[in-house]
């Protein structure tokens, strides 16, 4: 069946440095990518997507690019600032599947000042 | 965008007793799901909650254990039946808009003594 991996964290930054999360994929069919964000306590949030291959999905200075031949969809930041602390999952939802969708473990990124 | 109200938001129970989970979406929303998160965890589908009709449940997920009811496109109800420790988790419902955005309640933490 379909899967994601990401990165383990925790991932620990000093603020201003580069973030890079390895999410990979296995898919049978064209799904979509995603990656959300949860804060401490509160419930999961979308920060960007892409639905096909080449996309890239941007938001708040996060960027991730759909890549079909690595199935890859790795987020990057160029500089992060310590209110990115936060939880981030990979994710994919083939909607020809009903929606669903299947999250990566999670990776939790500290970000100090 | 939608605004998806859960709640309670965390409850202390006994072994043996039921709770149940209201998830109330502010506009219209196709699909809506429950999901499990459990602590430091990803998140894992219960089932998809039809409009209507019964819900459907993915592996290991029954609905003697957890019967979900959808009696309109904004409202939807989880019910943790007869909880034992091992229910201790936070429980999640999303719900994807006309617009293909994947939402989140904020959550319920629910412990199981």
């Known amino acids: 069946g379909d899967s994601v991996t990401q990165m383990e964290g925790p991932v620990t930054l000093s603020e201003e440095a580069f973030l890079t999360i390895n999410c990979t994929y296995t898919a049978t069919g064209y799904p979509s990518l995603f990656w959300y964000v949860q804060y401490p306590g509160e419930g999961l949030q979308l920060l960007l997507k892409a639905t096909k291959a080449d996309d890239k999905g941007s938001n708040k200075g996060f960027e991730a690019t759909y890549r079909k031949e690595t199935t890859s969809f790795h987020l990057e930041k160029g500089s992060v600032q310590v209110s990115d602390s936060a939880v981030y999952f990979c994710?994919?939802?083939?909607?020809?599947?009903?929606?669903?969708?299947?999250f990566g473990a999670g990776t939790r990124l500290f970000v100090k000042a | 965008s939608a605004v998806i109200s859960q709640k309670p938001s965390r409850d202390i129970c006994q072994r043996g007793t039921s709770l149940t989970i209201q998830c109330q979406v502010d506009?219209?929303?196709?699909?809506m799901f429950w999901y499990r998160q459990q602590p430091g965890q990803s998140l894992t589908l219960i089932a998809t909650a039809n409009q209507g009709s019964e819900a459907t449940y993915e592996s290991g997920f029954v609905i003697d254990k957890f019967p979900i009811s959808r009696p309109n496109l904004t409202f939807s109800t989880l019910t943790v039946s007869n909880m034992s420790p091992e229910d201790s988790s936070i429980y999640l419902c999303?719900?994807?808009?006309?617009?293909?955005?994947?939402?989140f309640g904020a959550g319920t933490r629910l412990s199981v003594l």
């Open positions: 999303s719900a994807w808009d006309t617009k293909n955005i994947q939402y």
């Open positions: 994710a994919l939802s083939d909607q020809g599947g009903g929606f669903k969708t299947i």
């Open positions: 506009s219209q929303v196709t699909m």
